[in-house]
T-cell receptor, first 114, second 112 residues
Framework: DSGVTQTPKHLITATGQRVTLRCSPR?????VYWYQQSLDQGLQFLIQ???????AKGNILERFSAQQFPDLHSELNLSSLELGDSALYFC?????????????FGPGTRLTVL | QQPVQSPQAVILREGEDAVINCSSS?????VHWYRQKHGEAPVFLMI?????EQKGHEKISASFNEKKQQSSLYLTASQLSYSGTYFC?????????????FGSGTQLTVLP
């Protein structure tokens, strides 16, 4: 158990809908990262927050947005969903920003868009 | 830019050794190694920093050639539990955020 929690574990929805994925980092970690992993693919970095502020952006679609709240939990919002958005979405946390510490991954949210 | 991992897949017998390589075309600040079992979250194995510092599990060894921007993960006396997909993640030197870009993975299968 990494100490990172994600909810929900599974999400099934229809095209055009909007969903919110939630992540709580390990106690004390200030950085939260969101990754997308499509079937049998690698991890695609989406976005990073550090202590409430956006720190880095990767290949995140305009239909997707995220935020980190004062209690450090983070939410990833996916809107106007398409079939291709079906994937595992992982959240990870680390104590710092800057690639010098390990990232601890949550169990992921499996999103299925029908 | 995504780092390149090799080989894409490897099959071993228990007790055999394996090396997984990761290379980048950009100057790297750090290389991270993770193992992921099917349907599970990636698990941290090792981080290698520019300048020689390493952090990771005792039973895992790795190297980082800063001149060549290459890293190798060494799995010795493999066990069945080593099976999974190994990903390297690289953070480039420029910029303060240094987010990780992951390679496409190396699928390792250890047979009894």
């Amino acid at each position: 158990d990494s100490g990172v929690t994600q909810t929900p574990k599974h999400l099934i929805t229809a095209t055009g809908q909007r969903v919110t994925l939630r992540c709580s980092p390990r106690s004390g970690d200030l950085s939260v990262y969101w990754y997308q992993q499509s079937l049998d693919q690698g991890l695609q970095f989406l976005i990073q927050y550090y202590n409430g502020e956006e720190r880095a952006k990767g290949n995140i679609l305009e239909r997707f947005s995220a935020q980190q709240f004062p209690d450090l939990h983070s939410e990833l919002n996916l809107s106007s969903l398409e079939l291709g958005d079906s994937a595992l979405y992982f959240c990870a946390s680390s104590g710092t920003s800057g690639g010098i510490n390990e990232q601890f991954f949550g169990p992921g949210t499996r999103l299925t868009v029908l | 830019q995504q780092p390149v991992q090799s080989p894409q897949a490897v099959i071993l017998r228990e007790g055999e050794d394996a090396v997984i390589n990761c290379s980048s075309s950009k100057a790297l600040y750090s290389v991270h190694w993770y193992r992921q079992k099917h349907g599970e979250a990636p698990v941290f194995l090792m981080i290698l920093l520019k300048g020689g510092e390493q952090k990771g599990h005792e039973k895992i060894s790795a190297s980082f050639n800063e001149k060549k921007q290459q890293s190798s993960l060494y799995l010795t006396a493999s066990q069945l539990s080593y099976s999974g997909t190994y990903f390297c993640g690289t953070a480039i030197s420029s910029g303060s955020a240094r987010q990780l870009t992951f390679g496409s993975g190396t699928q390792l299968t250890v047979l009894p």
